[in-house]
């Protein structure tokens, strides 16, 4: 009998193992059933519509945390489906609701079909469509027939569309737009991000911003900061200037926009261009720097455009946005600078488009057709498109091509030459004048050659022959051709520097130095006398 008893326990402990497990087994939604809370109606006819309820005046159904309202319904409790009709409302928690004119809604799946005038809240958005499904389970709804999702200032519309609640991120396809009061934003494909505003686009895009246009095909901006992060065939349109490079960035309250790799910022008011492997530019003080293979072209004074390259060049903008607006251009360190008319070579340089004056630093040279002039500071002066004068200070020097073999020299302490349609009509040398000449015979023969040396000299040209030369009290030497002695043949300081002067608006990307011994000498200027108390 006891065995028989023991044989019953332990037989009923193991059918009811089975039933224990599942009670401790978790629910999930998916398990709870829709329950019909409230309907003034009910109608039921078996076999009818799949056994569907018909219910009708303020029908009232939950499932799984979630309340859904409606004018009337069909409930298929077998199915565990509904089709709710005539001011439809779904609301669950305390952050979304979705309402629209007619519903269906799959318990198993935990999906609400929604159409018709549907909109769905969450939070501070609004989401408007025609046609949306919510998925329950991932907490997203998305539409497929055109929407608008409005959150804050900002409205946003595309063909396709969905929405996360958990995230509160969203993604856009097909005829993108999203606007408010600051600016407009036309693309193919948008992710939004509800919380920090930030908002991605990928394909064609444009982003317009009052007179301002940003055109990327993949990019970030933030709605609130209007701040920009750009990565794709990128350019920016706005004040007068077109900025573009593989990535840039910008920030519209401070003015600052960043580029890097393949830059370009174009001035189409000033007339000038800026290139660098990376560039900044600010278009509220119009100042922008480059480095890395950086170029400046200045196309303002005609047709022929100057080329500028240096390590570094920077440019500074005075009185912007006004009739007397002018830029400076500062470029240092390896300077190289090239024009139809005139090349330069110098270890900086600084160029004003005021007074048309480009000034060279640090062992400067200066070409011009077959001329060439060497000093320790050099001063081109720029009318249109040709040279107007050039201002040489100490250790100064001027070179004339003559033929391979001879150079007319002008060594003194301060040159100045001017020119008259590009053409030099006048040199004026002045303090501890030297010049060595080789006057052109008709047939341009070279047959003999003079030296002078005076305190002041003016040399007048025609033709690109000199014509006479002018000085108060000079000693002159006249000598056959190849019989001067060597010091009256070469002036002290005496290069031809034809193998560093740039040769195209391509060369000048590559520096050449003077060869060892052709320097400038080394001078001490004058300083203030140390104070002593």
Same mark, same amino acid.
């Given at each position: ?22 009670? =401790? ?39 799984? @945390? ?84 409005? +959150?804050? *200032? ?57 007179? +301002? ?37 910008? *920030? ?24 660098? +492997? &990376? ?11 480059? $480095? ?6 200045? &196309?303002?004074? @005609? =047709? ?17 946005? $006004? ?11 390896? $300077? ?31 070409? #011009? ?33 003559? +033929? ?12 100045? #030459?001017?020119?008259?349609? @590009? ?24 047959? &003999? ?12 040209? =025609? ?12 000693? #002159? ?57």
């Amino acid at each position: 009998m006891k065995k028989n008893l023991l044989y019953i326990f332990l037989l009923f402990l193991l059918c009811a193992l089975p039933s224990l497990s599942r009670e =401790k087994k978790r629910k999930t939604p998916n398990d709870e059933r829709i329950t019909l809370v409230h309907a003034d109606n009910l109608f039921f006819v078996e076999n009818e519509i799949g056994n569907a309820k018909r219910l009708s005046g303020h029908v009232v159904m939950k499932h799984a @945390g979630m309340t859904m309202y409606c004018d009337s319904a069909e409930l298929n409790d077998v199915g565990q489906t509904f089709n709710a009709f005539g001011n439809v409302k779904i609301v669950q928690g305390d952050t979304l609701s979705l309402t629209g004119e007619t519903l269906h809604y799959d318990g198993n799946t935990l999906i609400a079909e929604m159409r018709h005038k549907v909109v769905m809240t969450h939070r501070q958005q609004k989401l408007f469509t025609d046609s949306l499904n919510y998925d329950r389970l991932y907490n997203w709804g998305y539409y497929f027939e055109g929407g608008r999702l409005v +959150d804050g *200032d900002n409205n946003l519309t595309s063909d396709w569309g969905e929405y996360h609640t958990d995230t509160r991120k969203a993604s856009f396809n097909y005829n993108v737009e999203l606007t408010n009061k600051k600016f407009r934003m036309v693309t193919d494909t948008l992710h939004y991000d509800t919380q920090t505003k930030w908002a991605e686009v990928v394909g064609r895009s444009n982003i317009y911003s009052g007179s +301002d246009r940003i055109y990327t095909e993949h990019g970030f901006y933030n709605s609130d900061t209007e701040q920009v992060r750009l990565f794709e065939a990128t350019k920016a349109f706005g004040r007068n200037r077109i900025m573009s490079g593989d990535s840039v960035f910008y *920030d519209k309250g401070t003015g600052w926009m960043e580029a890097f790799s393949n830059v370009e910022c174009q001035d189409t008011l000033n007339k000038n261009i800026l290139n660098g +492997d &990376y560039a900044r530019y600010n278009e509220l003080t119009g100042e922008a720097m480059a $480095t890395g293979h950086a170029l400046a072209r200045d &196309y303002s004074q @005609g =047709k022929d455009t100057l080329y500028v390259h240096a390590d570094t060049i920077r440019l500074y903008t005075y009185n912007i946005e $006004t009739d007397s607006v002018y830029r400076v251009m500062h470029g240092y360190f390896h $300077t190289r600078a090239y024009r139809q008319d005139v090349q330069a070579v110098a270890d900086s340089l600084v160029f004003s488009t005021k007074n048309n004056v480009l000034t060279l630093y640090r062992d400067p040279i200066v070409w #011009s057709e077959n001329r060439q002039i060497v000093g320790e500071e050099i001063n081109v002066f720029m009318n249109d498109s040709t040279i107007d004068s050039t201002h040489v200070d100490r250790q100064a020097m001027m070179v004339e091509q003559v +033929d391979s073999t001879h150079f007319n020299q002008v060594a003194a302490q301060q040159l100045v #030459s001017y020119y008259t349609n @590009g053409e030099l009509t006048e040199n004026q040398a002045i303090g501890n004048v030297m010049v060595v000449n080789y006057p052109l015979e008709k047939d341009s023969l070279v047959l &003999y050659q003079n030296y002078t040396e005076t305190s002041r000299a003016r040399m007048f040209m =025609k033709e690109r022959k000199l014509q006479k030369i002018w000085a108060p009290a000079s000693h #002159s030497y006249f000598y056959p051709i190849g019989l001067a002695p060597k010091e009256r043949t070469n002036l002290p300081g005496f290069a031809w520097f034809d193998y560093i002067r740039p040769l195209n608006k391509d060369d000048i990307y590559e520096w050449r130095g003077k060869k060892q011994g052709t320097e400038l000498k080394a001078t001490v200027r004058r300083v203030a006398p140390l104070q002593k108390l």
